[in-house]
């Protein structure tokens, strides 16, 4: 019933006896599917195994902008070639980090515009990191093609509902961290906003307002664990399972019921990743 659309299960420092205790918790919950997402070449390789491993387990491929200053050429090529295996479902994470990352923005930026014309060129959703980088995300996003008339076309459309749009691009937000104005104005163009943790903590006020203002039909549930873990487990490393917490915080917030929301905030991943 639940859908995690933003995890690691990948996590380097997982050993194969912790993973593999980690999935059977898994398949012993709720959950019905994971987006397990790489960040660097290695991690990506590991996302195709458990994707392999596991029929409830599909894989993101990608390099995050931590990696800017050392990636190569050929570590783009391997990305490419991880992305024609049938269970890599999305080119990510990939984006721009100014918050930790003040001192390789040329090459965050080079590195971002890469990976986002290759998701282009393959037709493949994107995973956004963006963080203290939220308007040049956006226009980088905008120049090379993400959000082009082209692209939405590949994808069917989606429910046109308030302020959104039919028009699918296939761009997941993760951890969208931006305010709801910026948060409108990306489903406008046919993004999708996902969200974690952050909106059960009570200083995430952001993020409240976010799903307040934006339609469940544009919005994600996700954990990206082994970070963030939602209240109250906060201070704990999260897990995929721990999704429920966020997904019962966003049905308060719409007051509808939890069953209601888990349904389709699974629905509008599955449409996403195309599952």
């Known amino acids: 019933?639940?859908?995690?659309?933003?995890?690691?299960?990948?996590?380097?420092?997982?050993?194969?006896?912790?993973?593999?205790?980690?999935?059977?918790?898994?398949?012993?919950?709720?959950?019905?599917?994971?987006?397990?997402?790489?960040?660097?070449?290695?991690?990506?390789?590991?996302?195709?195994k458990d994707a392999e491993n596991y029929d409830w387990c599909y894989a993101a491929v990608g390099i995050h902008p931590d990696h800017a200053s050392a990636y190569t050429d050929a570590d783009i090529d391997e990305i490419r070639r991880m992305a024609a295996h049938p269970k890599a479902v999305a080119i990510g994470e990939i984006g721009l980090d100014f918050y930790y990352g003040k001192d390789d923005q040329e090459e965050q930026q080079e590195l971002f515009r890469k990976q986002v014309r290759l998701a282009v060129e393959l037709g493949m959703p994107i995973m956004i990191h963006s963080r203290d980088a939220h308007q040049l995300t956006m226009d980088i996003l905008v120049e090379e093609g993400a959000f082009s008339e082209a692209r939405k076309k590949q994808?069917?459309?989606?429910?046109?509902?308030?302020?959104?749009?039919?028009?699918?691009?296939?761009?997941?937000?993760?951890?969208?961290?931006?305010?709801?104005?910026?948060?409108?104005?990306?489903?406008?163009?046919g993004a999708t906003i996902s969200l974690g943790g952050p909106v059960t903590f009570k200083n995430g006020k952001k993020a409240v307002e976010v799903v307040r203002r934006i339609p469940i039909e544009y919005i994600m549930s996700e954990t990206d664990a082994p970070y963030m873990a939602p209240e109250p487990l906060r201070g704990r490393p999260n897990k995929p399972q721990y999704v429920e917490h966020v997904v019962r915080r966003m049905a308060l917030l719409k007051d509808m019921t939890y069953e209601e929301t888990a349904e389709i905030l699974k629905k509008n991943a599955e449409r996403f990743f195309g599952i």
């Open 1 to 48: 019933m639940l859908f995690d659309a933003h995890t690691h299960l990948n996590f380097e420092q997982l050993s194969d006896e912790e993973r593999l205790g980690l999935a059977r918790e898994i398949e012993a919950s709720d959950l019905s599917c994971i987006i397990d997402v790489g960040d660097c070449v290695e991690s990506s390789e590991q996302a195709l």
């Open 155 to 189: 994808f069917p459309p989606r429910p046109a509902v308030g302020v959104g749009s039919a028009e699918d691009a296939r761009v997941q937000l993760h951890c969208f961290s931006g305010s709801p104005e910026l948060a409108e104005e990306y489903i406008k163009m």
